[in-house]
């Protein structure tokens, strides 16, 4: 697992959306360095990862979020 940069409670308050650091190396090209998650825990069961994809900066990542009503 990739550390983990930010996390907060998604408005919801359905889950947990963060921000995590991506392993590039071996890729060709410029590739983007966060990669973003929502993770669900319902009925306190194993944990749902939802991927929604990655970002090339910290701050994007986290608007990204603020614009979809995430948190």
């Known amino acids: 697992m990739h550390r983990i940069l930010f996390e907060q409670t998604t408005k919801p308050r359905t889950g947990t959306f963060q921000i995590r650091e ?7 090209g ?12 319902i009925f306190n069961t194993s944990p ?14 986290k608007k990204f979020a603020r614009n979809k009503g995430l948190i």
């Open 30 to 41: 410029t590739q983007d360095q966060f990669s973003m998650y929502v993770i669900y825990n």
């Open 48 to 61: 749902i990862e939802y991927s929604l994809g990655s970002h090339s900066s910290f701050e994007g990542a």
């Open 22 to 28: 991506r392993n590039t190396k071996g890729m060709k």
